[in-house]
């Protein structure tokens, strides 16, 4: 078991003991990267509107800005490669296809050696922190070349009523939204549209859309636009609401963005 975090990523072989009960792990999203390796326990993850049950060997590739979330059996020991980097480590060629394919892959593919050389290269002797990271990137990109080309078709559920709130809150993420103007949007109830997707993504709608709001401002806050201009543009009709929302989801003012390292950022 490892954990190396140093500068822009945070590589990690966890094993989480039997404690409990079945629980939820932290339901959130965030401005960086992440992929799940699954080795062995009793695991159910959802990406946005998809589900899958994790078998030994699955991964879970989470793009920066997903919402997600795991359901653990914490009566066994869960055990895990997690790997959290942001986007610049993403080759350019690649990033618009991980953006249209399932967050999916299950075992059988040939990758799973590489998360035993993130083991052996921790461990190497007289190296400094720059040469792990080195090894790490590379080890990295070669994990998401193979997984360019091995697309996995599991099983998995999407339901769609919250796929279709997700798309149109994606389409018109920069609108002032409310619950009113999507139900009204999407022919369905307000009392509905909240009721199911609360049940189905464990979060309330406006709680996702701010989260949603505050990633994309990260990201544009990052490419140097203004926070005041940012935070007219997706919609905040105050930038003190901005303000409060994007500190209690990043985790940092507005202002601060610059001086940030994404993998230092809350979950939320």
């Known amino acids: 078991m490892f954990q190396f975090k140093y500068k822009d990523i945070d590589f990690s072989h966890k094993l989480d003991r039997a404690s409990s009960p079945q629980d939820e ?27 899958q049950k994790l078998q030994k060997g699955s991964l879970v590739f989470i793009r920066s800005g997903k919402f997600h979330f795991a359901t653990v059996d914490k009566g066994q020991d869960y055990e895990r490669y997690v790997l959290k ?19 999916f892959f299950t075992s059988g593919y ?12 921790f461990e190497l002797m007289n190296v400094s922190e720059e040469d792990i990271r080195t090894l790490f990137l590379c080890i990295l990109v070669k994990l998401l070349v193979i997984l360019s080309h091995q697309q996995e078709k599991a099983e998995f559920d999407t339901d769609p009523v919250s796929n279709q709130i997700l798309l149109y809150v994606n389409q018109h993420i920069k ?17 509905y549209l909240a009721n199911l997707f609360k049940k189905k993504m464990h979060s309330s709608l406006m709680q996702y859309i701010r989260y949603r709001k505050c990633i994309l401002a990260y990201k544009m806050v990052s490419a140097g636009e203004k926070p005041q201009t940012v935070a007219s543009n997706l919609g905040f009709k105050e930038y003190s609401t901005f ?3 994007y500190k209690s989801i990043i985790g940092v003012a507005p202002s601060d963005t610059e001086k940030a390292n994404p993998v230092d950022l809350k979950e939320r």
């Open 25 to 51: 792990y932290w339901k959130h999203m965030h401005p960086f990267n992440e992929i799940v390796f699954f080795v062995k326990g009793a695991a159910e993850y959802t990406v946005e509107a998809q589900t």
């Open 85 to 103: 980097f942001p986007d610049s480590a993403i080759p350019p060629y690649l990033k618009e296809k991980f953006d249209e394919i399932s967050p």
């Open 175 to 191: 609108d002032d939204l409310s619950l009113s103007s999507i139900a009204a949007a999407l022919n369905y109830s307000q009392s």
């Open 110 to 121: 040939a990758y799973d050696y590489l998360f035993d050389e993130l083991d052996s290269d």
């Open 243 to 245: 303000f409060r929302a």
